[in-house]
Nanobody, 126 residues
Framework: QVQFVESGGDLVQPGGSLRLSCAAS????????IGWFRQAPGKEREGVAC????????LYDDSVKGRFTATMDKSKNTAYLQMNNLKLEDTGVYYC???????????????????WGQGSQVTVSS
C-alpha cells in the first residue's frame, strides 16, 4: 500500500522559512517524479516544484523560483521542500505527489500525478 506522511507545515511570518517533508512507504521515490502542489482557499491546486525522474533535476513554477528548493533523500525514501522568503500568497495546503511521467521542463498538472500525500497547512501571516 502506497502511503505518504507529510510534515513541516506551520504558521510563519512573511520572510520566514519552512521545510516540508514527505516520507513515502510502499514505493521507491527514486523511481518517480516527486511533485509539490499547493491549494489556497477557493483556488485550484497548482504545482510549485518537482524533482524529475528524467534526470533528477528540480523544476519550479515561476512564482517560487529562487525561493523554494525541492530535494529527495533516497536513503530515507523522503522528499523535501525547503521554502525561504515566504510570502503571504504562499499560504495554502501543500501536497506531495508522485508520477512516472519524466517531466523535463514543467512541474505537471494534478491529474498527471498518481499518489498523493494528505497535505500540510502552511500559513504565512504577520
Amino acid at each position: 500500500q502506497v502511503q505518504f506522511v507529510e510534515s513541516g507545515g506551520d504558521l510563519v511570518q512573511p520572510g520566514g522559512s519552512l521545510r516540508l517533508s514527505c516520507a513515502a512507504s510502499g514505493l521507491t521515490v527514486a523511481l518517480y517524479a516527486i511533485g509539490w502542489f499547493r491549494q489556497a482557499p477557493g483556488k485550484e491546486r497548482e504545482g510549485v516544484a518537482c524533482v524529475s525522474n528524467y534526470d533528477g533535476s528540480a523544476l519550479y513554477d515561476d512564482s517560487v523560483k529562487g525561493r523554494f528548493t525541492a530535494t529527495m533523500d533516497k536513503s530515507k525514501n523522503t522528499a523535501y521542500l525547503q521554502m525561504n522568503n515566504l510570502k503571504l500568497e504562499d499560504t495554502g495546503v501543500y501536497y506531495c505527489a508522485v508520477t512516472v511521467i519524466p517531466f523535463r521542463s514543467r512541474v505537471g498538472q494534478p491529474h498527471e500525478y498518481d499518489y498523493w500525500g494528505q497535505g500540510s497547512q502552511v500559513t504565512v501571516s504577520s
